[in-house]
């Protein structure tokens, strides 16, 4: 099936340092979403983008929706212990009737306080 | 807590077994979508309904089945289970098709 090309698989950061992950699709989405997934959790929603170009924040976490629609990426700013877990990007294609999500195969973030 | 919620939290079973898993959605969402984590796969959808309605289908396999009650709490039925079939199920759901979803907590299982 369809999936997202999302790098890198896994990041060893010091904390306060920022991080940066992207994903790229060759398919065109209408929306953009950046989750999070702790050990023995479901996905949390971190931040959702509905237009191209759009920039969106939510506290330390950046993220933007590509221009050609195929691409987002998602920036953490001064890293902490708890921003620990997997990045997860998904897009979205609406359409009749039908909403599911593609997902990356996600980014790992450890943090070394 | 996102308000989703499933039933059970582990499982664990034989194979050629059958077994239900649950999902009741957030109040009001009337879409529910189920997808499945392995290690080698990763997130990949399954099966999504709305209002008591199939409206899309992803990579599920013949001996997987699914329904949305009146109530709208949704049952993943899987059956002649094999051991590749452990892995955790996430229920999901939104207002509309088009809205965010917003996932449980998970079911995992595990086919001995």
């Known amino acids: 099936g369809q999936q997202l090309n999302q790098s890198p698989q896994s990041m060893f950061i010091q904390e306060g340092e920022d991080v940066s992950m992207n994903c790229t699709s060759s398919?065109?989405?209408?929306?953009w979403l950046w989750y999070k997934q702790e050990p023995g959790e479901g996905p949390v929603l971190l931040i959702a983008l509905y237009k191209a170009g759009e920039l969106t924040s939510n506290g330390r976490l950046t993220a933007q929706f590509g221009i050609t629609r195929k691409d987002s990426f998602l920036n953490i700013s001064a890293s902490i212990p708890s921003d620990v877990g997997i990045y997860f990007c998904?897009?979205?294609?609406?359409?009749?009737?039908?909403?599911?999500?593609?997902f990356g195969k996600g980014t790992k973030l450890s943090v070394k306080p | 807590d996102s308000g989703v919620t499933q039933t059970p939290k582990h499982l664990i079973t034989a194979t050629g077994q059958r077994v239900t898993l649950r999902c009741s959605p957030r109040s009001g969402d009337l879409s529910v979508y189920w997808y499945q984590q392995s290690l080698d796969q990763g997130l990949q959808f399954l099966i999504q309904y709305y209002n008591g309605e199939e409206r899309a289908k992803g990579n599920i396999l013949e001996r997987f089945s699914a329904q949305q009650f009146p109530d709208l709490h949704s049952e993943l039925n899987l059956s002649s289970l094999e051991l590749g079939d452990s892995a955790l199920y996430f229920c999901a759901s939104s207002v509309v098709w088009e809205d965010t979803q917003y996932f449980g907590p998970g079911t995992r299982l595990t086919v001995l």
């Open positions: 398919s065109i989405f209408n929306t």
């Open positions: 998904a897009g979205q294609l609406v359409g009749g009737s039908q909403g599911n999500l593609i």
